[in-house]
C-alpha cells in the first residue's frame, strides 16, 4: 500500500490510560487512529497478543471497535490478575506506539475467617485469643474487630506475601481478658481493601462455660425437731447440669437425685451440714447448709461420779447441747443453792459434807430440760453416829448399835469396855455382828442376859481406815417396868379420850355447818392430836414418862380418817 493509503500521517485520537480494576469485572483499553488503515499491534508487558484483531491465543480479549473509522479497543472480559500488566497500542506501518498503560487489577481478599468460630467456648476465668485471617488479596486487606458496634483495638497484625508476588494474606490476632468478655456476645471480624471498601466480615459468639453456679435453700427456718424442712438446690450451669448429689455430715444420702430433699429434721441437722454437690462436664460445685433446729438439752459430755480425798478440789464437768441457747444449772441433790452455771462445776477443798448426789441441769426456753446427777464420795476417817443412851431391862438381852459412814469402808471395827476387846464374833455373853448397807456401816453390841454391872459400864465404839478414826462412847441404861394395871389403865384412858375426841368432832363440824363460830378457823387438812399427860407423881423421871408415851403409841392402834377435814386439839389427861 502507498504510504498515504497506509496513513502514515495518522495520529492516536484515543490512546490506552492507566486503569484499576477489580478482578472479575471486564474493562476496555481505547486505541483509535483515524485514517490508518494497517496492522494494529497490542503489546502486553512487551510482548504482542497477537496480529491485527486475531488475540486467539487469549480467549478473554477482544479487538473491538470499527475498523473503517481506525478503532482498535482491547475488550478483556472478567479481568484476572495475570491482566496486571502494561499495555501498548503500536501502529506497524506508521511505526506509532501510545503510550504505555497500566492496568492495575485489585483483588478482594476471601472470605475472612476466624479460627474455631462460628462459636468460641471457654473455661470462665480464661482470657480469649480470636485469630481472623483473610488471604490472597491484592493490595492485602486490613482487618478490623468490632463489639457491639464499637471497634475493638489492640489487636495484633501481620502479613504474608504469596508466592505469585502480588497477592497478600492478613492475619489478625485479637487479645481480651477474662473480665473483658461475657458469654452470648458477638465479635465480628471485617477485612477490607480498595476492593472492597466496604469490606467482607464474618462473626462469633463467644460462649463461657463455667463450673454449676449454685445456691441451697432451706425453708422452713427456724424449725422445731420433728418437723419436715426442704431443701432446694438450684444451679446454673454451662454445658448443663448432669447429675446432683445429696449428703449429710459428709455421708451420701443415695435415695436423693434430683434438686429437692424433704426429710424429718432432728437435732442433727443442726451440727451435721446437709450439702447439694452439683456435677456438668467441667467438673463439681459443693455447697452446704446447717438448719436452725430447735431441740432440747442434749448431754455432749457426760459428767463422771468422783471420789476424791478430803480436802481436795472435786471438779465435775457437764457439756449440753440446745437450741435457741441454753442455761446450765449445778445443784445438791435436796439443796435449793445454785453452784454453777457453767459448764465446770469446782468443789475447793472438799469437807465430809460435800459427799452427796450433784445434779447438772440444762433448760432451753420453750423447748425442754435435761439433767444428769452424779456422786460424790469423799475419801476420809469414819464418822461415827449412835444414840449416846441405850435402854435395857435388867435379866433381858439388850443390844448397842453404832453407824459408821466410812469412804473407803472401815477397815477394822472394835467394841471395847474395862478390859474385853472385841470385833467380831461372841464372847461370854457378848457378842458383836456388822452389817454393811448403802448409807454405810451398822455394828452391834448384843449382850445376854443383862446384870447391874452392865448399867454400870462404858462401852466404846471404834472405827478404823487408812484415813484415820472415830470413838463414840454409849451407855446402857436400865429401863423400868411398868406395872400392868397402869399399862390396862392408859390403854383404856386412851380409848375414851380417843371416843370423846371423834364425837366432839363431830358435834363441832355439824355445829360449824349450820352456822359461823366465832373464832373458829379451818387451817389444815388433817387431824392433829395432842396427849398431854399430867403427871400428879412429881418423882417420877422423865424416862418413864417417855416410855409411858411409848406404850401408849404401842397398844393404841387406830385407824385413821382422811375424809376429816377441820382441825382441832384435843387435850387428855390421863390419871
Known amino acids: 500500500f502507498p504510504p498515504d493509503l497506509l496513513g502514515v500521517q495518522a495520529m492516536f485520537s484515543q490512546q490506552p490510560q492507566d486503569l484499576v480494576v477489580v478482578a472479575g469485572q471486564p ?50 472480559q472478567r479481568v484476572e490478575l495475570m491482566d496486571d500488566a502494561v499495555f501498548e ?43 481472623c485471617h483473610a488471604d490472597n488479596a491484592k493490595p492485602a486487606a486490613s482487618i478490623i474487630w468490632i463489639r457491639n458496634g464499637e471497634v475493638l483495638n489492640g489487636a495484633m497484625y501481620s502479613k504474608t506475601l504469596l508466592r505469585d508476588g502480588r497477592r497478600e494474606s492478613t492475619v489478625s490476632t485479637l487479645y481480651l481478658s477474662a473480665s473483658n468478655i461475657e458469654t ?27 463450673l454449676p453456679l449454685v445456691n441451697l435453700s432451706v425453708e422452713p427456718q427456724p424449725i422445731l425437731e420433728g418437723n419436715l424442712v426442704k431443701f432446694h438446690c438450684s444451679a446454673k450451669a454451662n454445658p448443663p447440669v448432669t447429675l446432683y448429689r445429696w449428703a449429710k455430715g459428709g455421708n451420701v444420702i443415695k435415695e436423693v437425685s434430683g434438686d429437692t430433699y424433704e426429710v424429718i429434721v432432728d437435732h442433727s441437722f443442726f451440727t451435721e451440714p446437709v450439702s447439694c454437690e452439683v456435677t456438668n462436664p467441667l467438673g463439681s460445685t459443693n455447697i452446704s447448709r446447717n438448719v436452725d433446729v430447735y431441740f432440747g438439752p442434749r448431754m455432749a459430755a457426760e459428767p463422771q461420779s468422783l471420789q476424791v480425798d478430803l480436802g481436795s478440789d472435786a471438779v465435775f464437768n457437764c457439756a449440753w447441747t440446745g437450741n ?35 445434779v447438772c441441769r ?85 449382850m445376854s442376859n443383862i446384870v447391874p454391872a452392865d448399867f454400870q459400864t462404858i462401852y466404846n465404839c471404834t472405827a478404823w481406815n487408812s484415813f484415820g478414826s472415830d470413838t463414840e462412847i454409849i451407855r446402857l441404861k436400865e429401863q423400868e417396868s411398868l406395872p ?26 355439824c355445829t360449824r355447818s349450820q352456822r359461823n363460830l366465832k373464832g373458829v378457823v379451818s387451817a389444815k387438812n388433817d387431824i392433829r392430836v395432842e ?9 417420877r423421871e422423865n424416862e418413864e414418862h417417855t416410855a409411858m408415851k411409848q406404850l401408849m403409841v404401842s397398844v393404841s392402834v387406830l385407824p385413821p380418817f382422811p375424809l376429816l377435814t377441820e382441825v382441832c386439839r384435843c387435850t387428855v389427861y390421863s390419871l
Not at 186 to 205: F, L, M, Y
Request: contains cysteine; charged residues 20%.
Open 27 to 76: 474493562v476496555t483499553l481505547p486505541c483509535s487512529i483515524p485514517g490508518y488503515h494497517g496492522v494494529v499491534l497490542w503489546i502486553k508487558d512487551g510482548l504482542a497478543l497477537g496480529v491485527g484483531r486475531d488475540l486467539s491465543g487469549y480467549p478473554r480479549y477482544t479487538v473491538i471497535g470499527d475498523h473503517s473509522t481506525g478503532e482498535h479497543h482491547l475488550r478483556i
Open 89 to 131: 497500542c503500536q501502529a506497524i506501518q506508521a511505526a506509532m506506539r501510545s503510550r504505555s498503560a497500566r492496568l492495575s487489577v485489585l483483588v478482594p481478599p476471601e472470605d475472612p475467617v476466624i479460627r474455631g468460630g462460628p462459636v468460641v467456648s471457654l473455661r470462665a476465668g480464661d482470657p480469649l485469643n480470636l485469630t
Open 184 to 210: 452470648g456476645q458477638q465479635i465480628i471480624c471485617r477485612a477490607s481493601n480498595k476492593a472492597v471498601p466496604n469490606g467482607k466480615e464474618t462473626s462469633v459468639n463467644i460462649d463461657i462455660q463455667h
Open 324 to 358: 435457741p441457747s441454753l442455761t446450765i444449772v449445778w445443784m445438791k441433790r435436796g439443796s435449793g443453792v445454785v453452784l454453777s452455771n457453767e459448764n465446770i462445776l469446782t468443789l475447793k477443798a472438799v469437807r465430809q459434807e460435800d459427799a452427796g448426789k450433784y
Open 362 to 446: 440444762a433448760v432451753v426456753p420453750r423447748v425442754g430440760a435435761g439433767e444428769k446427777e452424779v456422786s460424790l464420795t469423799v475419801n476420809g476417817p469414819p464418822t461415827i453416829s449412835s444414840t449416846q443412851t441405850h435402854q435395857a431391862l435388867h435379866g433381858e438381852k439388850g443390844e448397842i448399835k453404832c453407824f459408821i459412814r466410812s469412804t473407803p469402808p472401815p477397815d477394822r471395827i472394835a467394841w471395847s469396855w474395862k478390859e474385853t476387846v472385841l470385833e467380831s464374833g461372841t464372847s461370854g455373853r457378848y457378842t458383836v455382828e456388822t452389817v454393811s448397807t448403802e448409807e454405810g456401816v451398822i455394828s452391834t453390841l448384843t
Open 484 to 509: 400392868v394395871a397402869v399399862i390396862i389403865g392408859v390403854a383404856v384412858g386412851a380409848l375414851v379420850a380417843f371416843i370423846v375426841l371423834i364425837g366432839t368432832i363431830g358435834a363441832f363440824c
Open 531 to 539: 396427849i398431854v399427860h399430867k403427871d400428879h407423881n412429881a418423882a
